[in-house]
């Protein structure tokens, strides 16, 4: 045990540094989250403003789709050419800047424009953040870093649907944006001082060693070295969580008045569904930091858990008869365990993939995602308009739960297969 007051005195302020990056992290990752859902709730207001109907807004959905698709890609490569700092704040930035600009969108064209650059500015900014902060806190805790930082994508959404109302009743939708596009303006300094300390100089990170790879940082390297069986089934995994996910905050609010809801309460199941994800991150984080602590973290275990809670509540949903107040809870349950899994594929990147290959790793899981986001909101408007009844349209989505739960068991066996390589040395504790 330390005993010299000097040595404790630097590892107390070591310590007290690597909570203010982190928190500079989390706070990047939240103004993600508010600006990225932000859209979802302005759009009715944009809607009776402009004399337009709501289905016209779909390319300004698609166009935030498509960004934050594009931005997860880059990340990586931009890292790779520019540095993590230079490319970090140049999409903390991008995405800042042209939220700003949006208040002066006049029409659905520029609004889809102004969005899409937008998004590619927080789609590169959130494996990023994530990135650094495995970093920061160092190899043993970087899972339970990785997790808590990403929690900040719930914070942003549950406080954008808390504020947004307000705000826009009194102040306008250009509220929402000047406010989204501002706040990130005040993060941009301590984020670079974060990424220059913690990548670039190494005085706040305990460094991880770096693993060969002969083209780290590119695409190429995640199907290195035996690495392609676990990248394609993480790929898969992110695909099958982020389709049912997007599927279901996309058209429970439309099916709700079938289970008894009044239409004008129909917002009342993705606020349970944002809220219940939110308090899933939070268990599951505390959970993960508790078993680092413990010196053996099981976030395949708890991500399997997660995701038999859901088709149970799934099934549940479908088929027994609920009260409005259990409906409510069941999408909250269901909610939790599937936004648990969106933190939990990010987590698994971290955890498999090796320092230099982190960002492209982390970014091209959630592409992956994006596409599932794409594809389950349009399968259930597709059942919705051959009249399929609603609580069937609702069971469709234990079918790619069932299959992420397949893939999660494939995890386990291809990260034992590939435990022998440098990179993946510590999965098998994942």
Not at 310 to 337: K, N, Q, Y
Request: hydrophobic content about 55%; glycine content about 12%.
């Amino acid at each position: 045990m330390t005993t010299d007051p000097n040595a404790r005195a630097f590892a107390g302020e070591h310590g007290t540094r690597r909570a203010i990056a982190l928190l500079v992290c989390f706070l990047v990752i939240v103004l993600d989250g508010f600006n990225t859902t932000s859209i979802s709730f302005v759009v009715p207001r944009l809607a009776h403003d402009w004399h337009l109907v709501p289905a016209l807004f779909t390319p300004v959905f698609v166009a935030t789709n498509v960004g934050a698709a594009l931005g997860f890609v880059v990340a990586g490569p931009l890292v790779k050419r520019f540095g993590q700092r230079t490319a970090g704040i140049a999409s903390v930035i991008v995405f800042g800047e042209f939220t700003v600009v949006t208040v002066f969108a006049s029409n659905v064209a520029v609004l889809s424009a102004l969005r899409l650059i937008a998004a590619i500015g927080l789609g590169a900014a959130l494996p990023i953040a994530i990135t650094a902060s495995a970093a920061i806190i160092g190899p043993r805790h970087k899972v339970a870093a990785s997790l808590l930082v990403t929690t900040g994508m719930s914070v942003g959404a549950v406080a954008g649907g808390v504020t947004g109302g307000p705000l826009m009743a009194h102040f306008g939708w250009q509220s929402i944006f000047l406010a989204g596009g501002l706040l990130p303006f005040a993060v941009v300094f301590p984020f670079y001082r974060i990424l220059t300390a913690g990548t670039a100089q190494g005085e706040t990170a305990a460094a991880e060693p770096a693993h060969g790879h002969g083209r780290a940082g590119t695409l190429k390297a995640l199907f290195d070295n035996g690495l392609a069986a676990y990248t394609c089934l993480l790929w898969l995994f992110s695909f099958l969580i982020f389709m049912d996910v997007y599927a279901l905050l996309f058209w429970v609010p439309t099916l709700l008045p079938s289970f008894g809801f009044a239409p004008e309460r129909a917002s009342a199941g993705m606020a349970a569904f944002s809220m219940g994800g939110l308090s899933g991150n939070i268990l599951m984080t505390a959970a993960v930091t508790a078993m680092a602590l413990a010196g053996r973290v099981r976030v395949k275990s708890a991500l399997m858990l997660g995701i038999v809670l859901v088709i149970a509540s799934i099934a549940a949903l479908g088929r027994a008869t609920l009260d409005e107040a259990a409906v409510l809870l069941t999408i909250g349950v269901i909610g939790a365990g599937l936004v648990n899994g969106i933190m939990g594929q990010t987590a698994l990147a971290v955890a498999f993939y090796p320092p230099e290959t982190r960002a492209i790793g982390v970014g091209w899981g959630l592409a992956m995602g994006r596409v599932g986001s794409f594809v389950g909101p349009a399968i259930g408007g597709a059942l919705l308009s051959l009249g399929w009844p609603a609580r069937d349209i609702v069971l469709t989505a234990i079918v790619p739960a069932v299959a992420a739960m397949l893939t999660l068991g494939a995890l386990a066996i291809a990260g034992r297969g590939a435990g022998h390589f440098p990179a993946t040395e510590a999965l098998a504790r994942h």
